[in-house]
């Protein structure tokens, strides 16, 4: 597959989907013209437009990446990829090249430096717009300018991190929309 | 089974486990010594204290109980109570006694003034800590006090909001521990 037919655009007024159901997400930085990447499991959907918070501190190699240069790629990888997901977060790109490690393809974004990770279910170009919380809590608001949805991934079900070194995998969708009464106008 | 059997101490600094994977949660408080409730799926977990954040704005009734009080309960449903959680988020705590309606326990707190929901998977009394970031992002930092479990509860998967409507039930667990080389001492 060409890599531009791994990622298509997606409505950046839905990608907030990609977030709100508290997957483990990879953040895509650049830091002096070389893309890294790193695993995140804290983090909050915030808004419609889509806002996310992500919590990163400065004992994470990229944590610097972001603060300088306010703008990173957040991925959503699929189940294919816990195993390798897990142990980019078990290492550091201070050290190694992480896609070349873990065969991930970085694809060009269209508004930020940083680069789209192609076997990832989702992508998120996003600009950090607040660090209020960064100095206490580590957590950097982000804003997404641009989203993108991979047409054929190897596994579409994302997976969460309990904290103790545990993963669940998306299991059954239930569709409820008939009751959400009150919500129609955002589902 | 007693109210006393339905929730049992918990580790409060293992805590943060309630909340990592995103669950959709339930936010207990007290309004004018009535008991409330509302469904929250924008959240956060921001530390091992625990630290949590939370997003809801003054469209919501609780908010007002939230802000005013500075407490809340952070209940975590399991799968059992996916229709009732959603109805939940449906309908308006003004308008009627939601742990009524729905036939769920309020059980007494001991640091907090809000009740524990006596059928959710865990509790988590909380005090808020922080709103720098409540006016512009309704968002809302907690910090844990106390910590619950619900020795048997019906159904002990959790389940997450995609925010179209659909929602994820919990599936398969990997037990990934013996990856997680950099963070021993976390898990």
Redesign the interface.
Known sequence: MSQKQMQVTFPLN?A??FV????VLLISTIDHGKSNMMTV???????FEP?L???LGPWNYSYHALRESGECVVGIPGADL??KV??I???SGEDEDKFARFGLTALPAHDVAASLIGECVYNLECRVI?R??EP????F?LRGVRAWKNPSPKDG?T???????????????????H?????QD??
Chains 1, 2 share one sequence.
């Open positions: 839905r907030f989907t709100e159901s508290g997957p499991s804290c983090h909050a959907s915030m808004g806002t918070g992500i919590c816990l195993e897990v142990d977060g078990n290492c607040n209020a919380l206490e809590f580590n957590f608001v079900r997976f969460h991190a309990v904290g103790d070194g545990t993963f669940i995998i998306d299991g059954e969708v239930v569709n409820l929309r009751r959400m009464t009150k919500w955002c589902i």
